[in-house]
């Protein structure tokens, strides 16, 4: 069964001391990204400015930088950096077997969801743009307002609730 990995953006409001990650950052966004990718992916992953791509439960200390804090090539340069230490990772996922050249190649990729800001996820489009695509991957909130994103997960956690309800 193909295994489902997210990607979910840091955020501003932070708890004054270390933490690990997934506690670290204590804002709605964050929070409901969190909860969704707990309930509904095997693996996710926190993308930040400072850190790029963090495990969730490794312990970091609070800081204040931001994407948006930072001239148009450092955002950038962290955006290919980000999804360059992804794919390090997606690949622990993967299921690899040998094509008819001989090649081992990803036969089972995962399927990717991005739930982070586009000024972190640029490179991965960069990599499509450029023919490089190796994802499946969907980005949900691509164009939304904090609003619409926060209004996005309480209906997928409307829709999950439906759902199991349907099974009885």
Not at 25 to 32: C, D, I, K
Not at 105 to 127: C, E, I, N, T
């Amino acid at each position: 069964m193909k295994q489902t990995i997210a990607l979910i953006g840091c955020g501003k409001e932070k708890a004054n001391r270390a933490a690990p990650a997934c506690e670290l950052y204590t804002g709605p966004l964050f929070q409901a990204s969190r909860r969704w990718a707990e309930q509904n992916t095997d693996a996710y992953f926190i993308v930040s400015a400072k850190h790029l791509v963090i495990e969730p439960y490794t312990i970091i200390d609070p800081y204040d930088l931001a994407m948006t804090d930072l001239p148009s090539d450092e955002q950038r340069w962290r955006a290919r950096q980000i999804e360059s230490q992804f794919h390090m990772r997606w690949v622990e996922y993967c299921k690899f077997g040998r094509n008819s050249n001989g090649f081992t190649v990803a036969v089972d990729k995962p399927r990717v969801v991005l739930l982070a800001s586009q000024l972190y996820l640029r490179g991965f489009y960069d990599r499509i743009l450029a023919g490089r695509d190796k994802y499946d991957f969907e980005d949900p909130l691509r164009g939304l307002g904090i609003g619409d994103r926060l209004a996005w997960f309480k209906a997928q956690t409307r829709s999950n609730v439906n759902s199991q309800l349907e099974l009885f």
